[in-house]
């Protein structure tokens, strides 16, 4: 299998680093806007501007983690798309994975994550460590399930959000594009717009 190449040499890279090599995986190097980033003995490759030279033969890895803002996150990945690179998923050696459920180019889900059956997630997500994802809920392209936090079954998140750590959305409940929901909130009815919210049952704050 072609080695990876992770953008984003950070906490979210290493936490990535090392799911990958306990699931048996290469990485090849990072990249970093900051040459002196640690990735527990993983090669520099360069910055943003070595991706225009990368050649064929490897997967990459939007490694920068997201947490008020997907900005940089759908830029890289605009640029990866923009230069014909080929995104790789990560799926932790701890991690359930329904074989009904369908997993788009570019995420990855951590340690004890679990996907359950028919749920959709989209490009370029985080499934953090220990997140649970229902039966049949959909998780918008570029949006960070975080630790421990539930989507339950059938409930819709858009495209670039939050789920905060340990929070949790209600079976059915629909969630917009561009949505923080604030660590440990319960949201118990649909969010219409963008914004932050927080707090049980979860209330807008921004
Ligand atoms: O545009 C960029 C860029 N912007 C920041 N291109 C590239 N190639 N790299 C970029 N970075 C790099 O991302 C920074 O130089 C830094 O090395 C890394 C961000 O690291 P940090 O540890 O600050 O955050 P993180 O994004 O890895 O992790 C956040 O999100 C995770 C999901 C943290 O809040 C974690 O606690 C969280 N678990």
């Not at 290469?26 to 002196?36: E, K, L, N, S, Y």
């Not at 943003?48 to 990459?60: K, P």
Request: aromatic share 4%; with cysteine.
């Amino acid at each position: 299998m072609s080695a990876l190449v992770f953008i984003g040499g950070g906490g979210h890279g290493r936490a990535c680093l090392e799911t990958a090599r306990s699931a048996g995986l290469t990485v090849a190097g990072f990249v970093d806007r900051d040459p002196q980033a640690d990735m527990q003995g993983a090669p520099w490759l360069g910055d943003d501007n070595w991706l225009n030279e990368a050649t064929g033969g490897q997967r990459f890895l939007i490694t920068v983690g997201q947490v008020k803002s997907a900005a940089v996150r759908v830029r890289l990945y605009d640029q990866l798309k923009a230069l014909g690179l080929p995104l790789a998923t990560l799926i932790a050696s701890t991690a359930v994975v329904s074989p009904s459920a369908r997993l788009g180019e570019g995420s990855a889900v951590l340690h004890h994550a679990l996907i359950n059956a028919d749920a959709d997630v989209g490009a370029n997500c985080i499934i953090n460590s220990g997140a649970l994802v229902e039966h049949d809920a959909v998780i918008g392209a570029h949006s960070h399930v975080a630790t421990g936090a539930i989507v339950n079954g059938g409930a819709r998140i858009g495209s670039r959000c939050l789920v905060g750590s340990r929070a949790v959305v209600l079976q059915g409940v629909i969630v917009a594009d561009d949505v923080v929901i604030g660590a440990g909130a319960v949201v118990t009815a649909d969010i219409n717009e963008a914004g932050t919210w927080v707090g049980v049952p979860a209330r807008r704050v921004s």
